[in-house]
């Protein structure tokens, strides 16, 4: 039986991020996956002065809503959220939907600092959030700021796997690490085992890369397929399609024609968990 998931993420019209990403890379990888838009941007905020409007009120009239036409769900992924006062219908829809998995990725920041776009208020209530959650996946930026430590003075990662894992009570998914020979990639902590893959660096910092990570994280984990195999996946997407950039990164990566192999991919490692 296919999987359905809701996502709460902002569509931002143009950089490839939140569920401009997360449909399509979600709906190749067999998940009917139902959008909550929880702003309205006409770019990230990458980009100078984008046009920005929180969906807050609108979000809780979707909701009702779909308590009528939607009395189940499989996952709930919350991603990007653009305002404090979501947090409770956020709080709302997790009660709702108590049977669904949770993922949560605390948006939150990168390179060491917050995003402008989200309040400290935001940030602390996407941590309470994150208690609530099954998977979460931060960022090191994010790491620092659910543990309230400095991002200069960072723990090696098996360590803040622990301490995130221990504090929110979840399995952890510690995106954006590098090791000793420069390669990017990520660890997880999940049921007491951990896990890593790590790809070659395409130099550049490319937005969205986070949310396409998480996004085939999520519908690996949902369907049953085993962490390894999940990491291996998702960083193995993010360098093809990064390989052979060129131009302006606030654009994303160009992921679209890579779609078709992900899928397949994903098909034998589904095909095989089947056997
Ligand atoms: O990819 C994270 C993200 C999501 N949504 C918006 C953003 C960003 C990062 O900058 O600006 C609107």
């Known amino acids: 039986m296919q999987n359905t998931l809701i996502t709460v993420q902002d569509l931002s019209c143009v950089g490839r991020c939140s569920l401009s990403v997360a449909l399509p ?4 990888l067999d998940i009917q996956c139902i959008p909550m838009p929880s702003a309205l941007l006409s770019a990230h905020t990458g980009f100078t002065s984008p046009f920005r409007k929180p969906l ?7 909701f009702s ?14 991603g990007y959220l653009a305002e404090y006062e979501q947090l409770s219908l956020m709080d709302e829809m997790l009660s709702h939907y108590d049977s669904a998995l949770i993922f949560i990725d605390p948006v939150m920041g990168d390179n060491g600092k917050r995003y402008s776009s989200i309040s400290e ?9 994150c208690h609530k959650a099954d998977f979460i996946f931060p960022n090191l930026t994010e790491a620092a700021l659910l543990l309230d430590i400095p991002y200069d003075n960072l723990p090696d990662s098996d360590t803040l796997l622990n301490m995130l894992s221990d504090k929110f009570s979840s399995s952890v998914v510690l995106t954006g ?21 790590y790809t070659k660096m395409v130099p550049g910092k490319f937005p969205g890369t986070g949310d396409l990570f998480a996004s085939v994280c999520v519908a690996g984990i949902l369907q049953g397929i085993d962490i390894q195999s999940v990491l291996q996946l998702a960083t193995g997407f993010i360098y093809s399609s990064a390989k052979d ?21 994903f098909l034998a490692l589904k095909n095989k968990e089947n056997n």
């Open 65 to 78: 809503h779909f308590k009528e036409v939607l009395p189940k769900v499989d996952g709930l992924y919350i």
């Open 121 to 129: 208020r935001l940030c602390d209530g996407i941590a309470k959030l």
């Open 245 to 265: 950039f060129s131009g302006d990164s606030r654009y994303g990566l160009p992921f679209e024609k890579k779609l078709n192999k992900l899928s397949n991919d």
């Open 177 to 197: 690490l590098t090791d000793s020979s420069g390669n990017i990639g990520a660890h997880a902590l999940h049921d007491g085992n951990t896990y890593s893959a």
């Open 56 to 62: 807050t009120g609108e979000m809780n009239s979707i």
């Open 25 to 28: 890379v979600l709906s190749c």
